[in-house]
């Protein structure tokens, strides 16, 4: 029972500090650059070399 109490008091613990880190990361910039155009995309990749990731979206 002890450690089940001090496992949820760690938790407590970190949550607020894991908050505030990812907070602080939201002004950096995207991993991904996403491309507009299929063109665009080619374009680039062949210029740099690097593989091409489609995502097929459709808004409802």
Known sequence: ?????????????????????????KGTPPAIVWEKTLEDAIAKAKTTGTPILLDFFVPT
């Open 1 to 25: 029972m002890r450690r089940y109490a001090l496992s949820f008091l760690a938790a407590l613990a970190t949550i607020p500090i894991a908050g505030t880190v990812i907070a602080d990361n």
